[in-house]
């Protein structure tokens, strides 16, 4: 294990590098620092890596090309890369159960995007596709790309709506899924908010999707991915989950049975930052019908592989295999439902009333307020947060009536229940003490609001006082 002082070492050393060649970039990773030790950070899909992680991204591989996969690269002298590509893939698999993992993907929309090329390439019976799989890319005709751009196009996927919790990626249009899939959304149910696995079915056998997509990034509980699995086979469907956000509950055995995502699916999706606690980027498991088609995802749609963020994947994997993750992933589902419960206690309203796992989403117009003057009123107090919709959100995607907490981070500091209850009582401070602004002619505004500053500057300060007995980095000194 290494001493604190290395650790300060490490950071100052290159600091000192950075700022001999470009001041200001090494003044703004100091005050990013102090601006995190410094704020209640609730979003729900960041977190703190380790210093070893963060280390592991700041080296040589940084300038390597290494296109292919381990041991058939495009380019010579990848042996070192092969060497970190295999260690991520390795404890990847190990830590999941699964038979294959493919860590190359930049973000979670790049893992989606491989699954989904994945998934079309192997389920597609497709004569164009064959022959663009059997000849050279410079070989095929004008006819041939028209016939395999029709083939594959508009090829139907369902998952979970934007609004109920769902992703960008899963076939929206502002994404390249959405335009790339003639797409259905399911929802929840309008009186309690929960996945209504019934009426889930009944649309995947109206519509026929080819993939059946679970998962989500704001829906605050388990998903039971037994019987969605069930559903996807009664129509024929490639079951896909994309675990993003709760990727670290899994790793740490808090999901587990019918809630573990990797026994159930065809193929699983993940970023490895958010509960995960590692560098940001993608990953994909699978079993080994699917390998062949998931490791062609560079060139396929991906660009070249970062070697870097590979090595640090791979030291988060083995730091997320040690017994106290499980600890800290069990740590964070308990803040998250006394911070839930801590909410309640003050009147918020929350969507399905509660959490079963790391986020919580407060309807905030029970406040009176929209999603971005919460979320603007909440950092001017120190409480970083952001606005999200809620199920039949009035206010669409970008005001919201909802703003999206979560535990990991304020969880990797320490913090316990007793905190989180401490928390929530400076969220609903805050959120009480505003009131909804109005435009220049005076009509009401959606994002203008009116909170007292010496309100906002006490709440950070006790925010502060709150953290003060947590450090961030508490082995990196900078001084």
Known sequence: MSSPNAESTAFRSALEVIRAVEPRVADAIGAELVDQRESLKLIASENYASPA?????GNWFSDKYAEGTVGRRFYAGCQNVDTVEALAAEHAKELFGAAHAYVQPHSGIDANLVAFWAILADRVESPALKRAQARHVNDLTEQDWFALRRELGNQRM?????????HLTHGFRPNISGKMFDQRSYGTDPATGL???????????????????????????????RIMREIADSVGATFMVDMAHFA??????VFTGDFDPVPHAHIVTTTTHKSLRGPRGGMVLCGPELADQVDRGCPMVLGGPLPHVMAAKAVALAEAR????????????????ALAEGLLRRGAKLVTGGTDNHLVLIDVSGYGLTGRQAEAALLDSGIVT????????PNGAWYTSGIRIGTPALTTRGLGTAEMDATAELIHTVLTQTTPGSNADGTPSKAK???????????GHQATELLAAFPLYPSVSLA
């Open 449 to 459: 609001y009116n909170l007292d500053p010496a309100l906002a500057d006490k709440v």
């Open 195 to 225: 996945v209504d696995y019934d009426k889930v079915a009944e649309a995947a056998r109206e519509f026929k999707p080819l993939i059946l997509v679970a998962g989500y990034s704001a829906y605050p509980r388990k998903v039971n991915f």
């Open 53 to 57: 992680t963060l280390l592991a991204m």
């Open 248 to 253: 670290g509950l899994v790793a740490g055995k």
């Open 386 to 393: 952001n606005r999200n919709a809620v199920p039949q959100d």
């Open 322 to 337: 040690r017994p106290d993750f499980a600890d800290y992933a069990s740590r964070i589902v308990d803040n998250a439902q």
């Open 158 to 166: 369902l998952g979970m709506s934007l609004d109920a919790g769902g």
